[in-house]
């Protein structure tokens, strides 16, 4: 079946050798059907896009909010474009997938936030991939959410460097357990802070020739966690309530305070990075996009909007976009038009000029020509919502939702009047175009049983993490929570315990392993035993690591994630590993104390 929204086959921009003396970089025409960006070679823009976590169309004083104040955000839209209608999915990975991708997450076989449902599929080509075929140096900081082993991970999706995490969720937020490039690195400070000095860094390295950087926070995501200075200003601050009734019922004032408290720190580290940008004189030919990738992460201020992270209504999907290009696109602009995440990679791609070329047919489409203030006039246009068995449509004027309700979104952002009786065309229309959208994607629910194997070994990959949130236990093993994603293994007691991983060895080789541990001072001397197929290798845990759990100091509320503990690092000598699935075992074969150990992670390192 053909794609429902018409493939883009090329740019409706495309990339020009000729160099124009007038200026680097200029319209050709004002005919929005046959615009050409002209750019020369040595002035291609740069392009950094921010992506936060969890932070709602509410959370940005820009959308009304009076308990908070984000001056640098709220800068781009009038030194830029704002796109008043923009939209995302309900959850984190659907979104990085669109986005990544210009595809509907269903496409690239994402369909969950953790154990393996939110990873890209190896065959998809990705925006990184497209901006480094053009020649752009390309690098990810933060919250990557979309795959950890090769071919899945950062740097096997485009982009050169890599710091941050790749998981749905982190343990703490202060100076944690990171990864550079696959390596456990020891982060800086506060991370947002420090992903932004990153990309500060990676900026002030590749000032002389294109860059595309990433930077995908991880606030306001739980758990709620923000330096004195910001949680200060906050913690005794009386809250004004969101219009919507029921989301100021349901507020949680503390989470909601320390959820505003992050936006302003993320709304500082924008202002850091705009002002080095400036500071580079960068600023002119670089392109900041801005965006969030869900509803609000709880009840609170979200402009009237009905629903929340998770919901596939207007509040769940609805997130600020902001896009500042001076040489292009005029200061304060406003984008009327529906325009979606999966509209990301064709937008940027013709902004920058590099003629990209999409093996796959794209969802998204290019939306330049709105944001130059020359609208193409398409109607006719919708966008397609899918998460855990919720579906709905938006329209440029209205909502449909699987169950047939109809929603004017114009004149009722709330979606208190169902209109399904009174416009019943429309509900027709919209209700036939939201069956064909399920028929094409299958789009599944976020309990899927996964059936794709943890990847290992790829030849590409120097480094191969296999957590404990990839993991199974047996034998009354289990995870520290019931959210995996930055979870470790517990009740690990005695010979009956197993830990194990289904993998697909993916070239061969000789790996040395490390194994990231915790155990009580006297049960140290276990011997444990790392098996897949016919390799196996033995080791004695010969040093205790009794370290208490941690993380509760730092945050603001309650979490419902697992806390984290100092990991300690100790090798469990090297293993061949052969192509072909398999599993692979982590056992105890001697146990002398009254555990075995906690487990985090094991880290493969190539050998040859």
Request: charged content about 25%; proline content about 6%; aromatic content about 8%.
């Amino acid at each position: 079946m053909s794609t429902i929204i018409p493939a883009i086959s090329k740019p409706t921009w495309i990339f020009s050798q000729v160099v124009v003396a007038a200026c680097a970089i200029c319209f050709a025409t004002n005919d929005a059907s046959s615009d050409v960006l002209a750019v020369a070679p040595d002035a291609r823009p740069n392009v950094v896009v921010i992506l936060t976590d969890d932070q709602g169309w509410g959370d940005l004083s820009l959308n009304g909010n009076p308990n908070l104040s984000t001056p640098n955000i709220d800068s781009l839209a009038r030194d830029g474009a704002e796109v008043k209608n923009f939209y995302v999915c309900s959850v984190c990975s659907p979104t990085r997938a669109e986005f990544l991708t210009g595809r509907y997450h269903s496409r690239s076989g994402v369909y969950s936030t953790s154990s393996g449902g939110e990873r890209i599929n190896a065959d998809e080509q990705t925006i990184g991939d497209v901006f480094k075929t053009a020649g752009y140096s390309t690098a990810a900081y933060g919250k990557w959410h979309s795959g950890m082993q090769f071919p899945y991970h950062p740097n096997a999706r485009g982009f050169d460097d890599y710091y941050g995490f790749c998981s749905g969720h982190w343990g703490d937020y202060f100076s944690p357990m990171l990864e550079h490039n696959g390596e456990i690195v020891t982060g800086n400070g506060f991370l947002v802070d420090d992903l932004t000095d990153h990309a500060i860094d990676f900026i002030s390295d590749h000032t002389a020739s294109p860059f595309f950087v990433y930077l995908p926070f991880n606030t306001p995501h739980a758990p709620m966690q923000v330096p004195d200075p910001y949680w200060d200003k906050f913690k005794d601050k009386p809250l004004v309530s969101d219009p919507a009734k029921e989301n100021a019922k349901r507020q949680n004032d503390n989470h909601t305070r320390a959820a505003l408290a992050m936006c302003e720190n993320i709304d500082h580290n924008v202002g850091r990075l705009l002002k080095h940008l400036d500071a580079t004189g960068l600023a002119d030919n670089t392109i900041v996009v801005f965006f969030c990738d869900n509803g609000p992460n709880g009840a609170r201020y979200n402009g009237g909007l009905r629903g929340r992270k998770g919901s596939t209504n207007e509040g769940g999907l609805r997130s600020p976009m902001l896009v500042r290009f001076p040489r292009v696109i005029q200061a304060g602009t406003k984008v009327t038009p529906i325009m979606g995440a999966i509209d990301l990679l064709p937008t940027l791609a013709d902004l920058s000029g590099i003629g990209a070329v999409y093996p796959k047919p794209l969802d998204g489409r290019s939306m330049v020509a709105e944001l130059s203030n020359r609208p193409t006039g398409d109607q006719d246009r919708m966008l397609f919502a899918a998460w855990n068995g919720k579906y709905s449509l938006r329209s440029e004027s209205h909502r449909v939702h699987a169950d047939g309700s109809l929603f004017d979104i114009d004149h009722d952002p709330r979606e208190d009047v169902d209109l399904r009786n009174e416009q019943p065309e429309i509900a027709k229309r919209m209700g036939n175009v939201l069956n064909q959208f399920l028929d094409e994607l299958k789009p599944l629910k976020s309990n899927h049983r996964e059936t794709r194997p943890i990847t290992l070994g790829h030849p590409d990959a120097k480094f191969n993490q296999l957590p404990a949130r990839d993991a199974a236990g047996h034998g009354g093993v289990v995870h520290s929570n019931k959210f995996p994603n930055c979870t470790f293994m517990q009740n690990w007691v005695d010979t009956t315990g197993e830990i194990t991983w289904d993998v697909d060895v993916l070239a061969d080789g000789d790996h040395e392993v490390t194994m990231y541990y915790a155990c009580k001072n006297g049960s140290q001397g276990s011997v444990i035993e790392l098996s897949l197929n016919d390799q196996t290798i033995r080791a004695t845990i010969d040093q205790p690591n009794d370290v208490p759990l941690r993380g509760m100091e730092n945050d603001r509320d309650l979490r419902p994630e697992s806390y984290v503990k100092d990991w300690k690092p100790m090798s469990l000598g090297s293993i061949r590993l052969e192509p072909g699935r398999g599993t692979l075992r982590l056992r105890a074969i001697e146990v002398p104390g009254a555990e075995v150990a906690e487990m985090r992670l094991l880290m493969f390192r190539r050998l040859d």
